[in-house]
T-cell receptor, first 117, second 113 residues
Framework: AQKITQTQPGMFVQEKEAVTLDCTYD???????LFWYKQPSSGEMIFLIY????DQQNATEGRYSLNFQKARKSANLVISASQLGDSAMYFC?????WGAGYSTLTFGKGTMLLVSP | EADIYQTPRYLVIGTGKKITLECSQT?????MYWYQQDPGMELHLIHY???????EKGDLSSESTVSRIRTEHFPLTLESARPSHTSQYLC????????????FGQGTRLTVV
């Protein structure tokens, strides 16, 4: 079964509007972390935001915020005031477990975001 | 800006050649990873390492091999390249811990002709 599901292959938004990119996850581990990365056409992966499973508040980083709904196992990324430079592929990822020697990052299939003027 | 470097950035090579993709990081991270990604698709973990002399296979089976002789260096080798190996290869590193993000290199786009 997919551990990370991103159901939107592509999203379109106009400049200056907000957009929500969906991510649901599947884990039975009570301790996990959720990450969002941006991948522009140049190919590098840029870390955007992190949410821990025990964090009480939703994470925010500038124009990025994470709508974390633990009971629904969803961790949607909200980008406010979209800019043309936000056009890219966005990946949701999860790391499970405690301690230093455990799991790696598992990625979803990604959502392509296109911002139009 | 992350201090993790991959070379070469682009590589076009003939079938049957041996290749090594280089990955180095200067952050002192113990954990390093190799991901394979086809254009517009998800990342698949092919190898990872917890530290020197530690290597593990990832979720996606790969004919490549890796080594970790030094903390900062995690090269990936294909003994005999095939067209099916054409893909982007992304190297990453992180500190141990649940809440630590992985820092990625710029990737190597490999084309085997």
């Amino acid at each position: 079964a997919q551990k990370i599901t991103q159901t939107q292959p592509g999203m379109f938004v106009q400049e200056k509007e907000a957009v929500t990119l969906d991510c649901t996850y599947d884990t039975s581990d009570p301790s996990y972390g959720l990450f969002w990365y941006k991948q522009p056409s140049s190919g590098e992966m840029i870390f955007l935001i992190y949410q821990g499973s025990y964090d009480q508040q939703n994470a925010t980083e500038g124009r990025y915020s994470l709508n974390f709904q633990k009971a629904r196992k969803s961790a949607n990324l909200v980008i406010s005031a979209s800019q043309l430079g936000d056009s890219a592929m966005y990946f949701c990822a999860m790391r499970e477990g405690w301690g230093a020697g455990y799991s790696t990052l598992t990625f979803g299939k990604g959502t392509m975001l296109l911002v139009s003027p | 800006e992350a201090d993790i470097y991959q070379t070469p950035r682009y590589l076009v090579i003939g079938t049957g050649k041996k290749i090594t993709l280089e990955c180095s990081q200067t952050m002192g991270h113990d954990k390093m990873y190799w991901y394979q990604q086809d254009p517009g698709m998800e990342l698949h973990l092919i190898h990872y390492s917890y530290g020197v002399n530690s290597t593990e296979k990832g979720d996606l089976s790969s004919e490549s091999t890796v080594s970790r002789i030094r903390t900062e260096h995690f090269p990936l080798t294909l003994e005999s390249a095939r067209p099916s190996h054409t893909s982007q290869y992304l190297c990453a590193s992180s500190y141990p811990g649940r809440d630590t993000e992985a820092f990625f290199g710029q990737g190597t786009r490999l084309t085997v002709v």
